[in-house]
């Protein structure tokens, strides 16, 4: 299906998680190092299964509308990752998707907000707030920046997780080493930035394409 000029469909999402999948493992051995550094080094294991859960998810039962896209992704991660980042992250997506709805096209400014959405779902399940040195840390900014436009969300959220590396870890497994979690980059918040780089991967890849007629994508 065209896309209308400034909305995304069903396939923009799926290609995004697909896109998300792909850094994954891409990534995995460093996400898995950092949290050997800060925690108990399953991070990129946990999220390649709860990745390749979500892509066989979306190819076996294609979904109809962006909101489903992010629904089923999330219902994956919950189910299949057994560490504290699949219930986040689940959460993230599945809130994020019940906001968009079954509308068939959404605006990058809709999908901000219905992620923004997320992200306080995350903070009220995981208890966390800005700061804590979590994933909340490039979330917060990378949303904040997908206001502006995708490349945008990409750098805030890349810059989040950077600063990340002084913190004291607040929540989650981190946190039991108190000041010896300072000097290392939260895994979670590291893997947020490719949630964020990905997106702005995809809508670049997309813009390429010849598909888009708004400009969007291809800063
Ligand atoms: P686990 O800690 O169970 O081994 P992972 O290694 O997959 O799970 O994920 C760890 C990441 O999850 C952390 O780096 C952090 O970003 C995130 N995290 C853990 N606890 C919380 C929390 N309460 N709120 C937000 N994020 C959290
Ligand atoms: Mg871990």
């Known amino acids: 299906m065209t896309e209308t000029a400034g909305t995304y ?8 998680l ?16 950092l949290d050997a550094a800060i925690g108990d080094a399953d991070h990129g294991a946990n999220l390649r299964r709860g990745f390749t859960a979500v892509r066989k998810a979306l ?8 909101g489903a896209v992010l629904v089923a992704a999330g219902k994956q991660l919950i189910s299949t990752v057994g560490g ?8 993230l ?27 306080e ?23 904040e920046g997908l206001k502006v436009s995708f490349s945008a969300g990409r750098d ?18 981190a946190s039991y080493l108190g000041e010896r979690s300072a000097g290392h980059e939260d895994p979670g918040a590291a893997s947020s930035a490719l949630l964020f780089a990905a997106l702005a991967a995809t809508a670049r890849a997309e813009a390429a394409d010849g598909t ?8």
């Open 93 to 119: 997506l599945r809130r994020a998707g019940k906001a968009l709805g079954d509308d068939p096209q959404v605006t990058r400014e809709r999908f901000a907000g219905a992620l923004g959405e997320g992200v």
């Open 212 to 219: 888009r007629t708004d400009g969007e994508g291809a800063a």
């Open 156 to 173: 805030r959220a890349g810059e989040g997780a950077a600063g990340t590396v002084p913190l004291r870890a607040r929540k989650g497994r």
């Open 121 to 143: 779902a995350v903070s009220r399940l995981g208890g966390a707030a800005p700061g804590d040195k979590t994933m909340l840390d490039a979330l917060g900014p990378g949303v």
């Open 18 to 33: 697909e896109a998300v999948a792909e850094a994954v493992e891409r990534e995995a051995d460093r996400l898995t190092e």
């Open 59 to 66: 190819e076996e039962e294609p979904p109809t509308a962006p």
């Open 84 to 91: 504290a980042s699949g219930p986040l992250y689940g959460t």
């Open 9 to 16: 469909g069903t396939e923009f999402f799926v290609r995004w």
